[in-house]
């Protein structure tokens, strides 16, 4: 329903609505019965994407009923007056999902209140100096002044980050006061009623915000970088099956549907993140320390991690547009790169995995640097392989397509050890727990992990992870945190080389 | 300077803020001097950035010092009361940079304050009859009900979109009326009171907003389309350039530090135009028809342009990768592949600028099609030239690079395709005028444009244009949008082959 700014789209509003009123009378009990079913499904769909929506609508209701409570009793209401209705405001305004954007807003209403109502008061004791006539002029003035140069300041970007909302209320109380402050003469205690229950109301915000089931923006923030390298990662560890199980004949008619294969979409969110991140840095910013973030957490780091995260899912996107390319090389050139692609694509996304994992879990991501490690050797493998490589039956345009992904796939190699630097910068500047072999609760941590390959024999590669001490039982030396890991040793054979390093055959 | 949250915080900002003034009042008048003139500097630079900034900032001063005339003038204040206050209250809230965002603001505060102030009033008369002691707890439980189920809707994209506010307004009102209502008997009068000077506060916002200077959100979409389109079509018409004239030594070391060249950076806020487009046309949905646009025009279709516009830049950032990259494919390659790669770069540029023209002049975008067909002729000689090519010294590795850059341009070709048919496609949406030979104002247009090669000879394509009549002098030719055919033909002899078709010789 669109509401028009026209006369004429007013009255075809009503129009409309009015004959959607209609047909809802006349419809038949079914559809009007499969209409309710679907607006209730709907909300159900909404609440179940994210829980906390629900709960951050009853607290929304909770403090603003707190907040009526001041017109209910007598005794309160006496001290306020109709003063109590900015209390009321307060809470409509300032109550915000995160406890940031709450308590943010709520110190910008409060200190700009202050600060405004004090210049009022002085511009209005000022103009009052200037008689009968002079005062409403200077008033004007003043306020016409500090309107223009305050809504300028808004264009600044360090100010609309941060204190934009202030701004706004600074103009607003300014205003109101110097302006009433014409009629009305106890300004003073206009002023004080009126902070004390703005106060009251941002209290009551803050207070039901941080002690009701809070939703940190800073962890938000956190949970949200972590999952878009996962996000990548998942289509990393997808994407050389995807890619090489293709026939060149297959064209673009691939077996499953693509969305059938939500892993090869979910890393397009992460292209549009850069508003979404920036605005939770500036509510987190706000934030006192909570869980396991203390108060000056270093949040603006996550704003470089979240770029290098981006400039990954751009690579990603061109090479999505590989497998989606008609043109596919042919199968002789394909498997030539086939295993080094492969191998790059998978070890960059299960880096990219455990990068994730260690942020969620707020330890020291060594281990991803064996994997990226891994990643940069199947890179000179793939070298290796092309410096060698010559062309039998194709021409230079038939392996234009399988060069790009490789070509594509090296520079996604680079950006994960971008990543990961970034990611360890990020672990040393928040303090991240370290890893520690002597304190493991249940399970040994994994040391290492990586692939090792036969001297001699056609094998395919080992796998081997080195753990700190030797296990009692096989399930015993799964970290928990590496499900694929646990996975092949409860299913594939292992033998224990050394006391603390465990190859398992492939 | 940071607001924290704490109160160790607050005594620290304090202790800054008083260091910060004494610190500002101990500087030496340099320095002083210097800081007072840095920020000056800032100011003018911000506001040279977009000066509708600073008009915006007086016209914000305007509205509000026009609504606080009720104050002023008796008659009126003795009207509304204390209510005025509503207006100012509604003037600094509502009142945004464009058009379409106070419209918006504007409309749902009114109606929200209208069907929530209805709400109250029949809340407060079902309480009343429920007792005295019923009455707290119907009205506490139906603000309950209401705010939770209206901050829970705010969560549907649909409503977040375009209602956002208005839900908040409501929830305010009626918390403030239904619970007011407690207290005071005049309940209706003040319901009355607060929606009219709601709607002058509105009205006035509107008026301004409008017939001063008036900010269009929808043409500010418009023009933001169509120079990202620009931005990337500069990048692409530089590359070719940019990349070939390195010899494989440069390494990275370009002559020319990259900083100088702005229009291979110009393209990168293409990349996060996401949030800005969807607001700008969430913005413009709300303006009445304005200048060139009528009040329904497409607006959501700049949303799939600027959808195709950020997928070609995610290509450019792929291609800026490799003007950045050490490795540079042997020159006996790079020399086969040049001719095409800077064709269908150069081809692709002049057809976005040529569609950004287009958008801009709001005409038909069919000189950008020869262009899309030469981008494409030069796609299909890259095939021919890679498919008859053998390698002589080089191995596959080394010109990797090379063919990551031809597939990649192969693929913002097809990109340049789709952004083309989707402007055609807006431009019959929006009625966009036809070029029309025989109504041509001054200087006839341009019909055709593109490059014919000599049958025989070596000599390089010549550049054709049509036009529908013979010019009387040279410049006449020009078609003041084609500012490269301008200094063509100004700087190089012209030979006039027929009667309405001039080949310039390249």
């Not at 009251?200 to 878009?228: K, R, Y």
């Amino acid at each position: 329903m669109e509401i028009g700014s026209s006369s004429h789209e007013k009255v075809e509003l009503f129009g409309r609505g009015w004959w959607w009123l209609k047909a809802l009378a006349m419809q038949p009990a079914e559809k009007l019965k499969a209409m309710i079913v679907g607006v209730v499904q709907k909300i159900i769909e909404v609440g179940k994407d994210d829980p906390r929506r629900v709960i951050h609508s009853l607290k929304v209701g909770i403090a603003l009923t707190l907040v009526s409570l001041i017109y209910y009793f007598r005794p309160l209401y006496d001290g306020f007056g109709a003063a109590g209705m900015w209390a009321v405001l307060t809470v409509v305004v300032v109550f915000e999902f995160t406890v940031g954007a709450t308590l943010g807003k709520g110190l910008n209403r409060v200190f700009a209140t202050l600060l405004a109502g004090a210049l009022g008061v002085g511009a209005h004791q000022l103009a009052s100096l200037c008689g009968h006539k002079g005062e409403p002029i200077i008033l004007g003035l003043s306020t016409f002044l500090l309107a223009a140069a305050s809504t300028f300041s808004r264009f600044f970007p360090r100010i609309k980050q941060r204190y934009d909302y202030g701004v706004v209320i600074f103009i607003l109380t300014f205003s109101l006061v110097s302006v009433s402050g014409y009629r009305v003469d106890k300004i003073i205690e206009l002023a004080h009623q009126r902070l004390s229950t703005i106060i009251i109301g941002g209290l009551t915000c803050v207070t039901v915000s941080i002690f009701i089931c809070p939703v940190w923006a800073g962890e938000d923030l956190h949970h949200m970088v972590a999952q878009n390298m996962e996000k990548i990662a998942c289509f990393l560890e997808g994407f050389g099956e995807e890619y090489f199980s293709r026939s060149p004949e297959d064209g673009d008619n691939p077996v499953i549907p693509k969305n059938q294969k939500p892993f090869l979409e979910a890393y397009k969110s992460v292209l549009n993140s850069k508003a979404t991140e920036e605005s939770l840095v500036n509510f987190a910013r706000w934030e006192p320390g909570h869980g396991r973030f203390r108060f000056r957490h270093p949040w603006k780091h996550y704003l470089l991690i979240g770029t290098l995260n981006r400039q990954c899912a751009y690579l990603v996107e061109a090479l999505n547009g590989c497998i989606n390319s008609k043109i596919q090389a042919p199968s002789e050139f394909q498997n030539k790169i086939q295993k080094a692609c492969t191998d790059m694509s998978l070890e960059c996304g299960k880096a990219l995995k455990e990068l994730a994992l260690a942020m969620t879990e707020m330890r020291q991501p060594y281990l991803a640097d064996p994997l990226v490690e891994s990643a940069n050797n199947a890179a000179s493998d793939l070298k290796a392989t092309l410096k060698t490589a010559f062309l039998e039956n194709s021409d230079l345009l038939a392996i234009m397509p399988g060069a790009t992904v490789a070509s594509l796939l090296v520079e996604i190699v680079h950006c994960t050890e971008k990543i990961t630097e970034s990611v360890h910068e990020l672990a040393n500047l928040a303090h991240f727990k370290k890893l520690d072999p002597t304190n493991t609760p249940e399970k040994p941590h994994l040391l290492h992990r990586g692939t090792i390959k036969p001297v001699s024999g056609d094998e395919s590669p080992h796998v081997v992870i080195i753990i700190p001490d030797p296990p009692a039982t096989m399930t015993d030396i799964a970290n928990p945190t590496d499900h694929e890991c646990v996975n092949k040793i409860t299913n594939i054979q292992t033998t224990q080389e050394t006391q603390n390093c465990i190859i398992i055959k492939s």
